[in-house]
């Protein structure tokens, strides 16, 4: 079979399970028509969360599929290996032409491969301007030798940052690209004019800490990222990612270390204190998605702080969907899942409810993944590894795929090494319900306590440290 990958990658948040009434998200219909679906079968839907992973959703394609993305800013979608940018409230076709190419177009005319032409035409004259990529001297390099290559990329950002404008005229006008355009191409470009000097400081991370000078660094590229106060800019340039490194950088409290409620607090004074508009937004936001992932429980009054300081719509309509699906998540461990799990050895089919009941005093991870999937298959080798550090502690690592092809799933399985004593498929004949219950995408980790309660529902990946010191905190309880 045939598959094909159809990137939505969000460089903004997206929902999972569908919420209403939520200030901020608007819903754009994605029609993939009968004659893509005949070319390219099953393809599948990935965005970008907040965190930065990637995240697959399921569909089922035989006819004309109608996909509604709940997206609250501008969004690129990938379809490899071309390039298209979406609007919320839009519809776009996903189609063949006659030639056989994919295209993508929309109910209000918009020439999106025009567009995605002009992009990659504009990416390529500046990339030819811009500074060189530097990936840091050695551990031994003298700190005098850094800080005099540190003047020369300043001065080439500057140089480069003199240079865009007049640039971007020149090549607006052979392309004859419209003024407007030619305005968000100058608002992108000059949003990550600093990169060089971003890269530079964290390229040579542990030389600069060891002399006590990269806070001092970090700090100096806060009046870029608070320069940044268009939307569709700091959406669709890359800059949250950057801000996110920044503000992990410098926050007095670190991401790995937040534990309750007084050090969110503490974190986002700070923020308020160093950063202003959509920098600061976002770093609130963030931190407030750190304590909703982590179960802290957070007081009505802080919430309320958080409206207020946040100035930017679409964070704080996030943060009210997250608190939202952490109730209806909190509510469906209360359902009762059929027989819907079939075991890999023997076909026996059990329920997740009887799992968690037979492994009662260890603390479970329920890891959800398929066959096709590839971040989820790049994930297990890290998965295996933290299973074995765990081996002789109460913890178990249970895999629930959501393959419909029983074959490839267990084909796979045996290929990726998966212990098959504590592997698992759900049923196709009834995975929708219990997909809608429990997995809005894919790879997706949850934790479960000794005590058979649900502790949290998007633990971090299998590759991040972030996932063994919550399991080792759990098994200390």
């Known amino acids: 079979m045939v598959r ?3 990137c939505v990658a969000i460089l903004c948040w997206i929902t999972g399970p569908s919420c209403t009434g939520e200030k901020g998200f608007k819903t754009t219909r994605i029609i993939v028509d009968t004659s893509f679906i005949k070319k390219y079968e099953d393809p599948l839907l990935s965005y970008i969360d907040l965190t ?13 599929v109608n996909y509604k993305v709940r997206i609250n800013k501008p969004t690129y979608l990938f379809i490899d290996p071309i390039a298209f940018f979406a609007y919320p409230r839009e519809k776009y076709i996903l189609a063949l032409d006659k030639n056989g190419d994919v295209s993508l177009s929309s109910k209000s005319k918009i020439n999106l491969s025009k567009k995605a032409a002009e992009g990659e035409e504009m990416e390529k004259y500046i990339s030819a301007l811009r500074p060189k990529s530097f990936f840091g001297y050695s551990n031994n390099t003298p700190i005098d030798t850094i800080l005099q290559s540190e003047q020369k990329v300043i001065n080439q950002a500057k140089y480069y940052s003199a240079c865009l404008p007049k640039a971007i005229d020149s090549i607006a006008f052979i392309m004859n690209i419209s003024l407007k355009r030619k305005e968000k191409f100058t608002k992108y470009y000059t949003a990550r004019a600093f990169e060089p000097i971003y890269s530079f400081y964290f390229g040579n991370k542990v030389q600069l800490q060891n002399n006590k000078l990269f806070t001092e660094k970090i700090n100096s590229l806060i ?4 320069h940044i106060n268009d939307k569709e800019t700091f959406f669709t340039s890359g800059r949250e990612s950057v801000v996110r490194s920044i503000i992990n950088a410098l926050l007095p409290i670190s991401k790995e270390e937040i534990a309750d409620e007084e050090d969110i607090k503490e974190d986002m004074r700070f923020v308020v204190k160093v950063l202003d508009g959509l920098a600061e937004s976002f770093s609130l936001a963030y931190i407030m998605n750190i304590a909703i992932d982590r179960d802290i429980e957070l007081s009505n009054k802080t919430y309320r702080w ?6 930017t719509r679409e964070y704080r309509g996030y943060i009210r969907r997250e608190k939202l699906l952490k109730k209806q998540l909190e509510k469906s461990q209360s359902k009762k899942p059929a027989n819907l799990l079939i075991h890999i050895d023997d076909n026996v089919k059990t329920s997740l409810e009887d799992l968690i009941k037979q492994n009662r005093g260890k603390v479970i991870l329920l890891h959800y993944w398929a066959s096709w999937c590839i971040p989820c298959r790049d994930d297990i080798p890290y998965l295996l590894k933290l299973e074995n550090e765990l081996k002789d502690s109460d913890f178990i690592s249970i895999a629930i795929s959501i393959d419909k092809d029983l074959f490839s799933w267990k084909v796979m399985s045996d290929k990726l090494l998966l212990n098959p004593k504590n592997s698992y498929c759900i049923n196709p004949a009834g995975a929708q319900p219990f997909m809608d219950d429990y997995i809005e995408a894919i790879p997706k980790y949850i934790l479960i306590n000794k005590n058979g309660e649900f502790k949290t529902y998007d633990a971090p990946e299998a590759k991040s440290s972030e996932l063994k010191n919550l399991i080792s905190k759990m098994l200390s309880e």
């Not at 009046?223 to 608070?226: A, E, G, R």
């Not at 958080?306 to 100035?311: H, Q, S």
């Open 52 to 64: 930065g992973h990637t995240k697959y959703l399921t569909g089922n394609f035989s006819n004309t």
């Open 223 to 226: 009046p870029y990222i608070n």
């Open 306 to 311: 958080f409206y207020k300081n946040c100035n």
């Open 4 to 6: 094909s990958i159809l």
